[in-house]
């Protein structure tokens, strides 16, 4: 154990370099404190004190701390901590590759530029192509995940902070344990997610609700697909809401954007409510400038006093959602890449059988007229023998069926 008052070596190091007394403003010395506290926690794995940093104003104050607290082995509780691998060159199955690699979809329309603007061409070339190694390296290895456009966003903050061993490990952990839902076959589970929304600002705000009520949630689908790192352009800002992204729970990115929009109710409420493309385009713009620490006090306290389990439509979101197998903070911490995959596999299953369900009833409906009692009968035998080869829906439409058709199941 580490003499009492005496630093741990890293934290010692590390704060040797930040600590210059007399030259510092108030404000740094501030910042200098909480990253020695960073490091100091770090150094014990106090996971409970990181997420409180994290969280609070100023989140883990630099690249550099980052960086020193993911060497110590805890830059984010649910992200960093927990990765019993390393990737390198020499690995066998690790394959320098370039860009034409990447699925076609894949274009950068928010480059790096965007986050970074000291850096040259030639570095900005370099970027690119590590970036696009990032990504192929870790889908490679998880091939099971299904890119996105927007994961690009993601991957280019964990490439400017991490150092090149672990950015591939951390990404790899967030694609599978956290924006999992993102990386399915069908954009079903993101549009699940944004259905929320609704239900947050019913809960805190019914005027602004109803008054929104013509207008579909898909404006913020940038946001929260690409963790907002698409429609903030501050690299800073975005390290920032990074910070508290990976200490909170998943659903936070949600919470966030409700905020967002209650914060804006007086520009919304001049706009009619019958005029749905109007308040989408007003809603699908982040508002300038954004003041970040308020904002995330503020979805705190949102959170705090709407929790998910109230929402309306939280049931509708399936259990194998990152929402819920990431529901509290801790919750990943203890999970494997293998679990992720598990998660994964049982809501494609779920997704399929969603959709099989669908055309039956669509089925059903159709020949409903036509087909008369009889048509129907014989509808549900033959779906009832098709069925059997399944495991059989379940809930309320199996409730149903299994009394239409003496549907036991196996």
């Known amino acids: 154990m580490e003499p009492k008052g005496k630093l741990p070596e890293e ?22 404190a909480k990253a020695v ?3 100091e926690a770090c150094r014990w794995k106090d996971v409970e004190a990181l997420r409180r940093l994290a969280t609070s104003q100023g989140g883990l104050v630099s690249d550099e701390v980052r ?28 394959i320098t590759l370039t860009a034409r690699h990447l699925p076609p979809s894949v274009t950068y329309h928010n480059p790096l530029t965007c986050h970074r603007t000291d850096q040259s061409s030639s570095d900005l070339l370099l970027r690119k192509g590590e970036l696009s190694n990032l990504i192929i390296e870790v889908l490679r290895r998880q091939p099971y995940l299904c890119y996105f456009q927007g ?24 694609s599978t344990l956290r924006i999992r839902d993102f990386m399915l076959p069908t954009l079903a589970p993101a549009l699940a997610q944004l259905r929320l929304i609704p239900a947050i600002l019913y809960a805190a705000n019914p005027r602004l609700c109803t008054h929104l009520s013509q207008t579909q949630p898909f404006f913020a ?54 005029e749905p493309e109007m308040l989408h385009s007003i809603l699908s713009k982040l508002p300038t400038p954004l003041d970040l620490e308020t ?35 801790d919750q990943t911490s203890n999970q494997t890449l293998e679990d992720g995959e598990t998660y994964f596999n049982r809501q494609v299953k779920e997704l399929q059988w969603t959709e099989q369900r669908e055309k039956i009833l669509t089925t059903i409906w159709t020949y409903r007229r036509p087909a008369g009692a009889a048509g129907l009968a014989m509808l549900v035998g033959v779906l009832s023998f098709w069925l059997r080869k399944s495991s059989g829906p379940s809930g309320l439409y199996g409730a149903i069926w299994r009394y239409l058709s003496g549907y036991q199941g196996h």
């Open 295 to 329: 904002l995330i006090e503020n979805t705190a306290t949102l959170i705090e006093m709407h929790p998910p389990s109230t929402l309306m439509t939280w049931r509708s979101i399936s259990q194998y959602s990152v929402l819920k197998t990431s529901s509290y903070p």
């Open 151 to 174: 994961y690009h966003d993601i991957c280019q903050v964990f490439l400017l902070v991490l150092s090149p061993l672990d950015r591939a490990a951390a990404v790899a952990r967030l």
């Open 221 to 274: 689908l940038s946001g929260t697909l690409t963790m907002y790192a698409h429609d903030i352009q501050e690299y800073g800002d975005i390290a920032r809401l990074f910070d508290v992204f990976l200490a909170r729970e998943s659903v936070f990115s949600v919470y966030m954007f409700a905020q967002i929009v209650l914060q804006r109710s007086g520009e919304l409420f001049e706009t009619p409510a019958d």
């Open 67 to 94: 960086r020193q607290a993911s060497r110590v082995g805890a830059a984010c509780p649910n992200i960093v901590m927990k990765i019993k691998y390393s990737w390198t060159s020499t690995d066998p199955l690790y």
């Open 37 to 39: 506290a960073i490091l």
């Open 11 to 32: 934290t010692e190091n590390f704060a040797g370099g930040l600590l210059r007394p007399s030259s510092l403003s108030p404000e740094q010395e501030k910042q200098d």
